[in-house]
């Protein structure tokens, strides 16, 4: 997020698309449930009819996959009645003929015919988005789960810098994180391209003064592969061996049988988790990990916010702390790791990392937390990003043309899944499906379908469905309900029973190589 | 009566810790307040009114009531000598109102155990802790008038403390604690009462609500409005002092071993009134949180209130918690609301 969370309570509009917000990111929804009741506006981009649909001042559903069109055609219509911020465009940004060159194509009309949004309730959305004094945008993975996942992610930005809603209090773009530490995983370099902060690995300076802090000579300077390459690597025998920390892919990524086949094409499986996971089941060797409750350390949340977590109950059995299992297997492979304490690795990070720098193991006894960037012990750290400038200068527009899903209906697979998550259960339920409320409160996979499709194939209210796609089939209950639009159906990933993944379309964005969870083509039966 | 001087009152609580698990108000390090073991360091008398309630000591948030071992049972019932230091006079009302809720008809033994060996001091409130408070609207405050064994009044350099039962005065035995003329004592506590009850205004619109409700008048659109808003987080049901609903369920580590257990449950929760043919008699967000209003305020049981005013406690811990603001008070005020 390039905001806090508090600064919710100050915005005079909330730009949601793409985000379930009251069943994802409850105390975010709450916010912004309570700035309605203040007067604020709530203007939803959203396929579905989530909760929010009740509080929204104008709701717009979109055809899945359409979002660049959309937010493009926003574009034109501020651009066109000229009510973008000139001001903000001229000093802080470059590249405005480019976005305005490709947003004249998209006519109000035009956008009518790609998304399914009338003219004038776009023209309505574009004109209370662009005058709001204090506008935030909210999204999260109805947005980056495309494979047009980044042009998605840019025409945000385009439309928030077009209008001059970044760099002030409660204005600016908000991805959603969808776990508790994914920010957290992200900044401290879990990633193929980075060491912790975003230094580069491909940097020489950088890489010289990782090998000197380590002791070490030669670090890889090439880019590495992300999760999805390595399961097509996997498939080709070009990677051996994996391990893999606290990831169900088993579950959670898309074509789960070529997920299947990738992992059995392996020669050495490791798992670390704290659960034997559909993925653990396969391993040759599994590591039992710690939980939550059971190790001290901090997570970095959706704010940027460093938070310390301290150790409540023992772990069972052999089970340790995730960075215990690191040290000793670096260990036998012989690169001891000689870290005392979660607090120890903290200053290591504070030594490493620039906007960690400040937010030292001490400070963070004493308060709820510091944002980064936190460039030194004296630094109250940052509410919100791109104050001044941002941080490679001028802001550019990186306008980006429509392309539609990689797969779209047609005869045979003539429905849309899209697919989610439920307020009750966590991505592949290794947790909450073993709690006993949250199971009680979802015990089964359900499957969304409107009530003319239903009514049209013979479905009611709790009848079994086969749902299937060119990848595979699963069978799940019916909800009958107008939550989802005509010709789509929703499911979730939680449930092994009903593994919606079986389904899903392994194309990815070229860039991000996210997955197109969000919308694949399948058809649709009742079950005999 | 007895007093104690404010700075030796560490050094007490500190004598008690040889004998007794002594959970206390403590200031965490971020700053935070909290019942917690007793700790010197930590021990405060600056804590209003912390989030964590003397439920969790009784009732807590998860228990094993049973294990299973190579298919024989166990049956687990854990407790120990406890004293819960400075508890407030509304908290000593809802451990009244649970405890007969959990005695009354049939004794709940992993509850009453722990429950019997505890000693319970409450800390009167010489005032509204924070905006919320309305113990003198539920007759629950600002002073406790029975339950305790230690009453303390907190009178700036000194304790008076009243005792409630033979416990206490064991409490009392030993220790830098002075005597005081009863009468003289009186007056003093009654002075410091009289300003707590000024200092608390009573919320008419309670007492209206209530009315209403029993009246059948109040609209049903309260509810509606309620239930669109509500996330269903449970928060005001684990934050209340009354609310002792709890799920039991079974977790099998091996087969022919586990354990049962019990956990915080709540009302606003659709599966809690589910049946098993799938009906639900509250389908609805807004008639579950009908269901707990009125619980409160209406369908409460005449023994369990223990001569308060109702199933509400007056905490205010319900609207200082709930994120999108379904507290009694908000909701008493909305039925009122012309």
Known sequence: ?528 | MKTLAKKDLKGVIKAWTEKYHVLAPSRMTNGDCMFDTFQEESFTLDYKKPPLLPKAVFLPHTEVVFEVEENKFREVISARNTILFGIRSCDMMGLLQSTSFMTRDRDDIYYSTKKERATIIVMACPGPQNETCFCTTTFSGPVAQRGFDLLFFDMGNNFIIETGSDRGKELLSSGPFTDMDDNLAGEKIKTFKDKAVRDIPVVDEVYEAMRRLKDGIADEKVWEYFGRKCIVCGGCAFVCPTCTCFNVYDHESAPGNGVRARAWDACLYGGFTREASGHNPRPTQASRLKRRHEHKLLYYNETDIQESLCGCVGCGRCSDYCPVHIGTLEVAREIVKE
């Open chain 1, 1 to 528: 997020m390039t905001n806090s969370i508090n600064e919710f309570e100050d915005a005079d509009l909330f730009l949601v698309t793409g985000s379930n917000t009251t069943a994802q990111h409850p105390l975010i929804g709450s916010r912004i449930i309570n700035a309605k009741e203040r007067g604020a506006k709530l203007l939803l981009i959203d396929p579905r009819e989530i909760p929010l649909a009740g509080f929204a001042d104008l709701h717009l559903r979109q055809n899945i996959g359409t979002d660049v069109a959309v937010l493009n055609g926003m574009m034109n219509i501020i651009i066109e009645e000229d009510i973008y911020d000139k001001k903000f465009v001229k000093e802080r940004a470059e590249g405005f003929e480019q976005l305005k060159s490709v947003a004249s194509k998209y006519t109000p009309r035009v956008v009518e015919k790609i998304s399914g949004i009338p003219a004038h309730d776009l023209e309505k959305a574009a004109r209370m988005y662009a005058i709001a004094d204090k506008a935030m945008i909210v999204y999260a993975m109805g947005i980056t789960q495309h494979t047009t996942g980044t042009d998605n992610v840019k025409t945000c930005a385009n439309l928030a810098m077009l209008t001059g809603h970044i760099g002030r209090p409660s204005t600016g773009v908000n991805p959603l994180r969808g776990q508790n530490n994914v920010q957290g995983a992200c900044d401290m370099g879990a990633l193929p391209n980075v060491y912790s902060g975003y230094q580069p690995v491909a940097d020489p300076a950088v890489k010289k003064k990782f090998e000197d802090a380590w002791g070490v000579q030669g670090l890889d300077d090439k880019v590495g592969l992300t999760i999805t390459d390595m399961m097509v690597a996997a498939r080709k025998g070009e990677i051996k061996s994996l391990y893999i920390m606290g990831e169900n892919p088993m579950m959670s990524d898309p074509d789960t049988s070529d997920i299947e086949h990738a992992l059995s094409s392996l020669e050495f499986l490791v798992v670390q988790d704290i659960f034997l996971s559909e993925t653990a089941a396969k391993a040759d060797v599994v590591l039992p990990a710690a939980s939550f409750a059971e190790k001290e350390g901090t997570y970095t949340n959706t704010e940027r916010r460093v938070q310390i977590s301290k150790k409540a109950v023992a772990s069972p059995g052999l089970a340790k702390p995730d960075w215990e299992i690191i040290c000793d297997v670096s260990r036998l492979v012989g690169y001891p790791m000689n870290y005392s304490s979660p607090a120890d690795i903290m200053k290591e990070i504070n030594t490493l990392t620039p906007s960690y720098a400040g937010i030292t193991y001490k400070r963070l006894e004493m308060c709820h937390g510091l944002q980064w960037p936190c460039p030194n012990e004296e630094h109250p750290g940052t509410a919100y990003l791109h104050r001044d400038r941002f941080s490679k200068g001028q802001g550019t527009f990186l306008p980006c043309e429509f392309k539609p899903l990689a797969e779209v209906p047609d005869e045979e697979y003539d429905f849309l899944l899209t697919t989610g998550r439920i307020y009750y259960h966590y991505h592949t339920g290794t947790m909450t499906r073993r709690t006993s409320i949250l199971e009680r409160e979802a015990p089964v996979p359900l499957v969304e379908v409107n009530p003319d499709d239903a009514k049209r194939l013979g479905i009611r209210n709790g009848d079994q469905v086969e749902v299937t796609s060119r990848r595979g089939s699963i069978k799940a209950m019916a909800e009958v309900t107008t939550r989802v639009p005509k010709r789509v159906v929703f499911s979730t990933f939680h449930y092994y029973e009903a593994p919606v993944n079986l389904l899903t379309n392994a194309a990815f964005d070229p860039v991000a190589k996210i997955p197109e969870y969000k919308g694949c083509a399948v058809k649709v039966r009742r079950c005999i």
